[in-house]
């Protein structure tokens, strides 16, 4: 694809001088770790994908790892990096796993770190749809967290044990995961909003032992009661000791035919003695999170993930990409049940504010969110591609509706970004905001590109890959490629991949998920694109990819154009095949959902093949175009292509459950317009 010449932000240079990736580069220079040649963040980035366990140490000693280890204080693991830097898909050996293992023989807890701050500071801040709810210290939330702790061990859970949060993004769960951590139990969330058979597919699998819920949530106006759901989980698990509800609707929500409950406020209440949590430190990639795929096509896989990886990715990405300091804000709109809260409950690490919002993104009013950020001075404001689209079709512009002064940085991820939200980002936020498009995923936890603080933002581009991440694009023979669409890949292994995935004793699933495909690589399921800028562009899923007459497309390519088109609201691409035999002839289909009172007439079919046409090729042109009132989506909110192509071949979608509206897929089953 074609990229802008000219950027759409750059940094001044009081920008640059003071940023946290400057400060972390030239320090390593002025120790002579990295030639005087590295200049700037991507030269950074190469040397640090050809010097990995050099990178990786040194982010340790920037982060401040507290740890015990054979070595000495400043270095005190055995080896950096286990079994050398390349990457080796992980099996079992002669009984025992062998995989990349880092920083060996070290011992430390992830919930100490983002604990260590204990001042009277806010530490967490905690919005809904009725405005703030809750404001935690620094030394408020340890205390509490201590509490749980305790009662997490009267309970009897161990180390290694689980605790699954059903929970809104409400304090008590952050606390709950940060109590789970300190004793080294393993925390595993899932937002409200899935439904009975979605939650047991997900914590029916690693056998919690005590599970926290709270009575209901509020979203978009309408209250919701979860205790009839919470019944039925608790009656299906039977690893249960323990169920802790949190009263969030009601002050004191009605347990009585609840087995083995008790309300959060008695749980606490037992151990308000307890002032000071206790941390246990375990080995570098002792589990910590379990995270799970969509599970769209199956039951979902459980990602286990690793304290150390965690946190030693966590930091960098929000300290050396974001620019995120002690003392600054951070918010994203995120729910339990996505990767993003596990990153965005991480800065408390880095001594910032965590703000969380629980409730519709545009509920009360469009305003909302920039309401609260203007309110609690946020200075990092996270959100979804999808988000900054919808308030651009509202026509909702932020800076009039609050003063947006502190927000230095928007961040955008779970899907592509689209050119045009760059310039409406510039336009109604502000012009100085440095808006970083970042993507990764749920499989590691974290991000493979990021924002660079100390470079420019081009239109439609992710500014540079991850540091320390060996990211790279291949073509269809396997090799490299610059500045055409191919597989996005990891060449190099990276602390923060998933020590394991649950029952999956010889590694067949993990190595079926990532290396199948590409030997002696990681292949990301991402169709994206080196820029000659060396940023990124992701053009969708690959498993999603269009490939009429050969030509092999990726879907936001068509998404971003599509939906500059007033008339639409959101769209959804796929490929049919037709003809007398399966796999004789394909066709691209466009799903439009429209605006209220807009009928697909034949001119507004016109201009969107029109600006398809111009704007990208004729095989990009929809064959198909179909108006529908609503798109399947992920409970996480992603619009599932694959879900969708199922259906209009007659084939079962193997777990609707994962889905946030599954009825939405009666809206494309048997239609007049995809029969010839």
């Known amino acids: 694809m074609s990229t802008d010449a000219t950027p759409l932000w750059t940094p001044s240079p009081a920008d640059v001088a003071r940023a946290r990736l400057t400060a972390f580069r030239e320090d390593l220079v002025a120790r002579g770790v990295v030639p005087s040649s590295v200049t700037d963040a991507h030269a950074l980035h190469d040397w640090s994908v050809q010097h990995i366990e050099t990178f990786w140490a040194e982010v340790w000693r920037a982060a401040g790892i507290m740890a015990d280890g054979p070595g000495p204080a400043s270095a005190p693991w055995q080896a950096v990096l286990e079994h050398g830097s390349a990457m080796r898909p992980p099996h079992v050996h002669d009984g025992a796993w062998e995989g990349p293992r880092w920083f060996t023989g070290t011992r430390l807890n992830f919930a100490e770190h983002l604990l260590r701050r204990r001042d009277d500071a ?158 246990t430190r375990l080995p570098f990639d002792h589990p910590l999170y379990i995270l799970y795929s969509s599970g769209t096509t199956g039951l979902p896989k459980c990602m286990v993930h690793g304290a150390g990886g965690t946190l030693l990715q966590h930091w960098k990405e929000l300290a050396l990409h974001t620019d995120l300091r002690e003392n600054d804000v951070l918010f994203y709109f995120t729910t339990c049940g996505w990767m993003m809260w596990n990153w965005l409950v991480s800065g408390l690490a880095v001594g910032a504010t965590v703000v969380l919002y629980d409730g519709a993104p545009l509920a009360p009013d469009p305003a909302v969110l920039w309401r609260m950020a203007a309110a609690e001075g946020v200075c990092v404001f996270g959100t979804s591609a999808k988000y900054l689209a919808m308030c651009e079709k509202e026509g909702v512009v932020p800076r009039d509706l609050a003063d947006l002064s502190s927000v230095r940085a928007v961040l955008s991820t779970g899907s592509p970004l689209a050119a045009h939200s760059y310039d409406y980002v510039q336009r109604t936020i502000g012009e100085r905001v440095r808006l970083s498009s970042i993507s990764g995923g749920t499989d590691i936890v974290s991000c493979f590109a990021l924002g660079d603080p100390t470079g420019p933002v081009y239109r439609g581009e992710l500014q540079m890959r991850g540091l320390g991440m060996a990211v790279d694009v291949y073509g269809d023979d396997g090799r490299p490629v610059r500045e055409v669409p191919g597989e996005l890949v990891c060449t190099r292994p990276f602390p923060s991949m998933p020590v394991a995935f649950w029952n999956d004793a010889d590694g067949a699933l993990y190595r079926a998920a990532y290396f199948e495909h590409l030997p002696g690589v990681w292949r990301h399921g991402d169709w994206a694109e080196i820029t000659a800028h060396d940023g990124l562009v992701i053009h969708g899923r690959s498993d999603a990819t269009l490939n009429p007459g050969g030509v092999r497309i990726g879907t936001a390519e068509i998404y971003r154009q599509v939906e500059q088109i007033p008339e639409v609201v959101e769209s959804l691409v796929v490929e049919q095949t037709i003809g007398a035999a399966a796999g004789t002839d394909s066709r691209v289909v466009l799903f439009v959902r429209l605006r209220d009172g807009v009928v697909l007439t034949d001119p507004l079919q016109a201009a969107i093949r029109a600006r398809i046409r111009e704007h990208t090729s004729p095989h990009h042109v929809p064959r198909v175009i179909v108006a529908v009132a609503d798109l399947p989506r992920t409970i996480s909110g992603k619009i599932t292509e694959l879900a969708v192509r199922e259906v209009i071949h007659g084939r079962p979608v193997k777990n609707v459950d994962a889905l946030a509206n599954p009825a939405a897929l009666a809206l494309f089953r048997d239609l007049p317009a995809l029969r010839n």
């Open 122 to 279: 806010p530490a967490l801040v905690s919005w809904n749809e009725h405005g703030m709810q809750q404001r935690l210290s620094f030394a408020q939330l340890a205390r509490r967290v201590a509490q749980c702790a305790a009662a997490l061990r009267h309970a009897g859970v161990g180390i290694g044990d689980r605790v699954a949060g059903w929970m809104p993004n409400v304090p008590e769960t952050v606390i709950a995961m940060l109590a789970t951590a300190s004793i080294g139990a393993v925390w595993s969330s899932c937002s409200p909003d899935f439904g009975t058979k979605g939650v047991l597919d997900r914590f029916g699998q690693i056998a919690p032992k005590v599970l926290i819920a709270a009575d209901g949530y509020w979203y978009a106006g309408k209250r919701i009661d979860c205790l009839p759901r919470l019944h039925e989980i608790v009656g299906a698990i039977a690893s249960l000791d323990a169920v802790w509800v949190v009263p969030y609707l009601s002050a004191v929500p009605d347990l009585a035919d609840l087995p083995r409950a008790t309300a959060w406020p008695d749980v606490l209440g037992a151990f308000a003695h307890c002032e000071t949590p206790v941390f």
